[in-house]
């Protein structure tokens, strides 16, 4: 039976990993027979402090405001080619249609520290009209300690629950008293949505995404590239120790970008989940925001290895940005692919 289904989640965000997973999450879904759309929550406060991060993410750097100012263009047709709900208030959701089934997630959905979405109670069910709601890979980010009594209440509700990583598995279990299913983000749940088509390069590259990267990942990553013969591209934001600033990339531009470098350098944790889903070699060094994500993540695919740290050597380095991945960390992808399936498809039942 198809199932008209609402997906719940961060989808305006100028953000390629927040426009990726809700992208693939809803394509996903069609595949499988079912009618599923993005809810167009707005809210003018949410989008004024998105906008202002987006125009200057990196406030420390020379200003790049026309470039930065570009790119959300880009975002902003990306975003109108999606599927999308009528628009709902977000404060107030009453005016939302009604659904078979509503899936909150992808995302740190439930992090009540995002530094403008957290505290908003449409993404733990509250004012959502649907026969059933669920979670799918719901995440809470950097919040890494117990649930408030009342927010663990709005989730023992749902449904069904499953998320992305061992924090958040952690931090259910101790609100509702059961641990929820653990899944793979949308972009590897669902990789095959996301288009092949690599960036045409005329020379290798090393491709970076992110920024706040410490001076000495900077110095090993350049380092590695000179001895290589590969250029340092920075994607989506400026960094001035990379060769190419590419700032203004659209999200499919991104993607293109990433499957076509031949080693990826990341503080992000989508930076990690497009360098897993192109099979690419790659380091990171998570930063404080995202530690929790980036190390859960490379924990369950046995991908630890992949994370360095101040004390980690250019030989070190060499290994880890030469060769992709090994055999262990795909054959875990594909087992928690099937893992996410199973559960969507009993969600689905």
């Not at 965000?13 to 993005?38: D, F, K, P």
């Not at 924090?167 to 590897?188: E, M, Q, T, Y």
């Not at 992808?333 to 969600?347: F, K």
């Amino acid at each position: 039976m198809s199932l008209r289904i609402g997906v719940l989640t961060f989808h305006r965000c100028i953000n390629y990993g927040s426009y990726w997973q809700a992208r693939c999450l809803v394509e996903g879904l069609n595949a499988l027979g079912h009618q599923a759309e993005l809810l167009d929550h707005r809210s003018a406060s949410i989008d004024r402090a998105e906008w202002r991060c987006a125009l200057q993410p990196i406030p420390a750097l020379p200003d790049h405001r026309a470039e930065y100012a570009a790119k959300t263009r880009k975002f902003f047709s990306a975003f109108a080619a999606l599927p999308l709900s009528p628009a709902i208030a977000l404060e107030q959701p009453e005016s939302m249609e009604d659904y078979d089934l509503v899936l909150i997630g992808s995302d740190e959905v439930w992090n009540l520290r995002h530094p403008w979405y957290g505290g908003q109670r449409l993404f733990y069910g509250e004012g959502v009209r649907a026969n059933r709601i669920a979670a799918y890979a719901a995440s809470f980010g950097n919040q890494s300690d117990s649930l408030p009594s009342a927010w663990g209440r709005r989730l023992a509700r749902l449904d069904a629950i499953s998320v992305r990583d061992a924090n958040s598995r952690g931090i259910v279990a101790g609100a509702v008293g059961a641990a929820p299913a653990l899944v793979l983000d949308p972009c590897l749940a669902f990789a095959d949505c996301i288009p092949v088509q690599r960036a045409d390069a005329a020379a290798p590259y090393l491709a970076v995404y992110g920024h706040g990267f410490p001076p000495w990942f900077q110095t090993q990553i350049m380092r590695w590239a000179r001895e290589t013969g590969r250029r340092v591209v920075s994607i989506g934001y400026a960094n001035p120790f990379a060769d190419i600033q590419l700032i203004d990339v659209s999200p499919e531009g991104f993607a293109a970008l990433m499957a076509g470098a031949d080693a990826i350098a990341t503080n992000f944790f989508h930076g990690c989940v497009f360098a897993l889903a192109n099979g690419k070699p790659f380091v990171t060094a998570p930063s404080d925001y995202r530690f929790n994500k980036i190390r859960d993540l490379t924990d369950l695919l046995g991908a630890q290895q992949h994370r360095v740290a101040e004390t980690d050597d250019a030989e070190r380095y060499a290994a880890l940005l030469s060769v992709p991945p090994g055999a262990a960390v795909a054959d875990a992808i594909v087992g928690l692919r099937r893992q996410s399936e199973a559960y969507l498809h009993a969600v689905l039942a």
